[in-house]
C-alpha cells in the first residue's frame, strides 16, 4: 500500500510564498499536486515524472514549480505570487502503473 503524507500548507497573505512536500512510502512514476477550493472540482497542478518531465495547470505556470527528490521519495511545490483564488486544499497525487493514489491534502489560505 503506498502511503502519501503532505505538509507545508498555512495561512499566507497575498503575494506570499510556500512550499509543499509530500513524501511517498516509495517510488512512483508520476507525481505531483491537485487541488480543490470550496465549491469547486478538484483541478490538477502539477505533475512531474520521475524523469523530470513537468506539466502545469495555465492558471498557475511561471508562479508554481514542481520538483521532486527521488532518492527522498520526495515531490514538492514551490507557490510563489500567491492570489486570494489559489485558496484550496492541496492533495498530492501519484500514479504508477495504472494505479491512482491520494495524499489527505494540506490546506493553503491566502488572505488578501
Known amino acids: 500500500q503506498v502511503q502519501l503524507v503532505e505538509s507545508g500548507g498555512g495561512l499566507v497573505q497575498a503575494g506570499g510564498s510556500l512550499r509543499l512536500s509530500c513524501a511517498a512510502s516509495?517510488?512512483?512514476?508520476?507525481m505531483g499536486w491537485y487541488r480543490q477550493a470550496p465549491g469547486k472540482q478538484r483541478e490538477l497542478v502539477a505533475t512531474i515524472t520521475n524523469a523530470g518531465s513537468t506539466n502545469y495547470a495555465d492558471s498557475v505556470k511561471g508562479r508554481f514549480t514542481v520538483s521532486r527528490d527521488n532518492a527522498k521519495n520526495t515531490v514538492y511545490l514551490q507557490v510563489n505570487s500567491l492570489r486570494p483564488e489559489d485558496t484550496a486544499v492541496y492533495y498530492c497525487n501519484a500514479k504508477n502503473w495504472g494505479m491512482d493514489y491520494w495524499g489527505k491534502g494540506t490546506l493553503v489560505t491566502v488572505s488578501s
Open positions: 516509495r517510488n512512483l512514476f508520476t
